[in-house]
């Protein structure tokens, strides 16, 4: 089975710390994504990769940053945190391969800005 | 710009109900639709619909498509506690890996 990790379940910092959230995948797989959940919007998207140094923004990149040194981790930063920052971060995996949109997910990280 | 609306956002029924879970979208070169359930943590996988592909079972969840009215159905029937979740629809973007998500439909069961 693939399992992607995320590093923390919960974390709580306070206003202007960096905040660094890590994802790891053990199917090799080529994209990764990290989603934001908040309660009546939905999953929405940071950012994604498609391979190694690779990154492109998403719907919602403003006040994060990412990095990919490894296939298999992806990291979300939060430069500065702020408090409509707190929301549950969510990563995910999938392969590069045609007709394969079936995201596999991380347990999620509930972060909390103070 | 691609969309992605569920309906309705939340929802209450007792164990053995039949519950139907409705999803529409617009999107540019579709490709396929999937569902995913989310109870406290990841959103776990439940189909995925394509266009040749437009009906999918597993036990009692149950899933069609209809690509003519844009819109897709999840099916619960003989409902358990088990079942209570959030229900997220989410569609592909074109030529991309990524997923434009509905809001969800929230479903409680109750005994």
């Known amino acids: 089975d693939v399992k992607v990790t995320q590093s923390s379940r919960y974390l709580v910092k306070r206003t202007g710390e960096k905040v660094f959230l890590e994802c790891v995948q053990d199917m090799d797989h080529e994209n990764m994504f990290w989603y934001r959940q908040d309660p009546g919007l939905g999953l929405r998207l940071i950012y994604f990769?498609?391979?190694?140094?690779?990154?492109e923004k998403g719907d919602i990149p403003e006040g994060y940053s990412v990095s990919r040194e490894k296939k298999e981790r992806f990291s979300l930063i939060l430069e500065s945190a702020s408090t409509n920052q707190t929301s549950m971060y969510l990563c995910?995996?999938?392969?590069?391969?045609?007709?394969?949109?079936?995201?596999?997910f991380g347990s999620g990280t509930q972060l909390s800005v103070l | 710009e691609d969309k992605v609306v569920q309906s309705p956002l939340s929802l209450v029924v007792h164990e053995g109900d039949t519950v139907t879970l409705n999803c529409s979208y617009e999107v540019t070169n579709f490709r396929s639709l999937l569902w995913y359930k989310q109870e406290k943590k990841a959103p776990t996988f439940l189909f995925m619909l394509?266009?040749?592909?437009i009906e999918k079972k597993s036990g009692r969840l149950s899933s069609i498509l209809d690509k003519k009215e844009l819109f897709s159905i999840l099916n619960i029937t003989a409902t358990q506690t088990g079942d209570s979740a959030v229900y997220l629809c989410?569609?592909?973007?074109?030529?991309?890996?990524?997923?434009?998500f509905g809001k969800g439909t929230k479903l409680s069961v109750i005994p």
């Open positions: 394509t266009s040749s592909g």
């Open positions: 990769s498609y391979d190694v140094k690779m990154k």
């Open positions: 989410a569609i592909p973007r074109a030529g991309s890996y990524q997923l434009t």
């Open positions: 995910a995996s999938t392969p590069w391969r045609d007709s394969n949109e079936k995201l596999f």
